[in-house]
């Protein structure tokens, strides 16, 4: 039913950017919500940004805050994630996030390594 399909990983140095992008299927706009969640080793999955159907902001974690900017394309049903002056400690894995009917959809996840 749902697919997420996530790309754009890699390493890179600090101060630098890169760009996740999601590819969703169904469409983004039947979503309740969608988002980017991150992952580091013997961390818990904490959020990065999301977006609920309902509202008209897009909400960022304080630590992602003026450095990350999540982009919904309607036609193209994708969610990016646009990461600029990125620090070692944004390295984890990444996952793209939707909520719909009640339940919870993951991607499989693409690694960020950030470098000192």
């Known amino acids: 039913q749902v697919q997420l399909v996530e790309s754009g990983g890699g390493l890179v140095q600090a101060g630098g950017s890169l760009r996740l992008s999601c590819a969703a299927s169904p469409r983004i706009f039947a979503f309740n919500r969608v988002g980017w969640y991150r992952q580091s080793p013997g961390q818990q999955r904490e959020l990065v940004a999301t977006h609920a159907k309902s509202s008209i902001d897009t909400s960022y974690a304080d630590a992602v805050k003026g450095r990350f900017t999540m982009f919904r394309d309607y036609s193209k049903s994708t969610i990016d994630l646009q990461m600029d002056n990125l620090k070692p400690e944004d390295t984890a894995a990444y996952y793209c996030?939707?909520?719909?009917?009640?339940?919870?959809?993951w991607g499989q996840g693409t690694q960020v390594t950030v470098s000192s």
């Open positions: 996030h939707v909520f719909w009917y009640g339940k919870d959809y």
